[in-house]
């Protein structure tokens, strides 16, 4: 179970309101930030645990506002198949990390999301590739989410070449996000590592995300969203490395 005093509650309640600012800036981030900012005092486990349940809230939300949820699912099923597999399986990594590897592949993934979305590249593929692809895309990006508990490479360049408009591209994310967060909690909770009492410690974070998300929405209107995604990328490049190098500096 889950244990915190007043400044370290304190903490995790800013931080997740500084992640629920950047998804509502950009529409994704908050796990990653959370997990990258609450990875520096406490191990990535326990951080997880406290993700699920700001997690869940803020992208279920985002998964259900779409225009076509179930013709998302039906295209989709075998990358969040795939997703589940690998969270599930991978949550073994997290949980059983005696030597604090975990950490420094939480750093390695933020810097290489970090890189990726400071190049700014659209990925494409031809359009008979995504069957053979999905699963695949599915299973790396479960095991990535189970082994460190950000949930977007590659899950988040793929969904973003399969060409779909602004509104499916939000809800397909929202969907991909949504999967992993419960595949996450199924996983932590086989491992013994997120029980029903850390459910109020997690809830405890979804207001603060929320009200991080609605200020986010506020400052998307007078912020070029592009100049705030890139200093956002740079600032999860230097978070990345600290928590990659920290246990050889």
Known sequence: MLHFDLPRLSAVCLIFLVAGTVKGVTGMGLPTVA??????????AAAASLLILPSF?????????????LALARRLWTMVAGITAGTVAGAWLMTNDSAGWTAIALGV?????ALF??????????????????????????????????????A?????????????????LGLS????TIALAIGLQRQGAFQLDDIGISGLAVLPALLGMWLG??????????????WFFMCLAVLGLQLALRPIF
């Open 35 to 44: 997990m990258g900012l609450l990875g520096i005092a406490m191990p990535p």
């Open 57 to 69: 809230v803020t992208n279920i939300w985002q998964l259900l506002t779409g225009p076509g949820f």
């Open 109 to 113: 993934v933020l810097v290489v999301y």
């Open 117 to 154: 979305g400071l190049a700014a590249r659209q990925l494409s593929f031809p359009a008979r590739m995504e069957r053979p692809l999905s699963p695949l895309v599915g299973v790396v990006t479960g095991l990535i989410t189970g082994g460190t508990g950000v949930f977007v490479i590659p």
């Open 156 to 172: 988040v360049p793929y969904i973003q070449a399969l060409g779909l408009d602004k509104e499916e591209l939000v809800q397909a």
């Open 177 to 180: 996000f949504t999967v992993s």
């Open 217 to 230: 929405q506020h400052i998307r209107r007078r912020v070029s969203p592009a100049t705030f995604r890139r």
